[in-house]
């Protein structure tokens, strides 16, 4: 399910394309895997409420890279995951720039009272990737987020 490690060059070559560092915490995951192809269901957990449904896949670094943002409401963040349904994804800032805080994993979502459209409002999921990594796989091991049909479910509002 996850693709083989990257080397410490990968890692730095990113950094010299994407012009940001890398936290330690993110570099160290991938010298172990290299997130996962684009698939369904995606590692990162399902959603089914009503008639959404949602699978997030682990990004791998050099997808990562290429969806790294300099526009407006998302300047320097690295998307993490991505979903083929809805287009979502979750990003790491990886400065504090735009009332983000450096590393901070989270949604965006975009202010549809606000003036400007690159107002992000924003769903924080972690305070960095070691949390955010870490509380997801506790969650899955220890049974808060459900297993059906070799589908890891963040949040279930319908009989499977």
Known sequence: MLAESVQEEDLDAVEAQIGCKLPD?????????NGQKLVVPGLMGSMALSNHYRSEDLLDIDTAAGGFQ???G???????????????????????????NSYEIFYQCPDQMA??????DMFITGSSYLEWFTSYV????????????DQ?????????
């Open 138 to 149: 506790n969650n899955v091991v220890t049974g808060g987020y459900p297993i059906i049909r």
């Open 152 to 160: 890891i479910f963040r949040y279930c509002a319908f009989g499977l």
């Open 70 to 72: 300099q526009r407006l």
């Open 74 to 100: 998302l300047k320097q963040c690295l998307p993490l995951t991505f979903c083929i349904h809805t287009g979502l994804s979750q990003y790491m800032a990886l400065e504090s720039v735009e009332g983000r």
């Open 115 to 120: 003036r400007n459209p690159s107002a992000i």
């Open 25 to 33: 915490d993110y570099r160290c995951s991938f010298r172990i895997h």
